[in-house]
């Protein structure tokens, strides 16, 4: 078998394990099956947090124009069992990290190396034959809602055009 892997036996390369990594804070990973009645798998750094404990999760990515610096905010809100024997809500920032949705036949990841700042921030639609998906240029803001039965993806342009993407 040649180099496929283009190493070059001088230089020492990190091993396949450590390339596997996730650099970043984590994945959260949303698959949803089925979109009614509403039915998904949500995981946070590789943990199930159940269906039923699933408050809400949201990504609001709004960029800068004339009148703001632009925003970005992530939050996952779940319940957790309390000392009382009750739940409690927690709620936690997704960035830095990478978020993968999975609606049925659709695919958004969303990645961001910082948790408030757009630099580094990367958006992507589907799922192209190399098995990457689009990145999106000219994306001006982009807003995704998962709470009860609610599961809202959209997207808006530069030139001010707003597109569904999950209805």
Known sequence: MSNASGH????????ASDLARIQGGGLTLLVVTQ??????????NGREIAQADVESMSILIQGPD?????????ALSYYVPSISGGKNTQTIGLF????????????????????????GL????GLR???????????HAFNFL??????HAELTWMNGVTESIIE
Do not use: C, M
């Open 96 to 119: 830095p990290g990478i978020v993968e949705i999975i609606v049925e036949t659709k695919r958004i990841q969303v990645t961001a190396a910082h948790p408030n700042a757009f630099d």
């Open 146 to 151: 998962l709470e009860g039965t609610l599961l």
């Open 8 to 15: 070059n036996s001088s230089v020492p390369q990190p091993s």
């Open 122 to 125: 990367w958006v992507g639609l």
């Open 35 to 44: 979109k009614d009645p509403l039915s998904f798998y949500l995981f946070l």
């Open 129 to 139: 034959a190399d098995g990457t998906p689009y990145p999106l240029t000219g994306l």
């Open 66 to 74: 004339a009148n703001s610096e632009g925003t970005i905010h992530t």
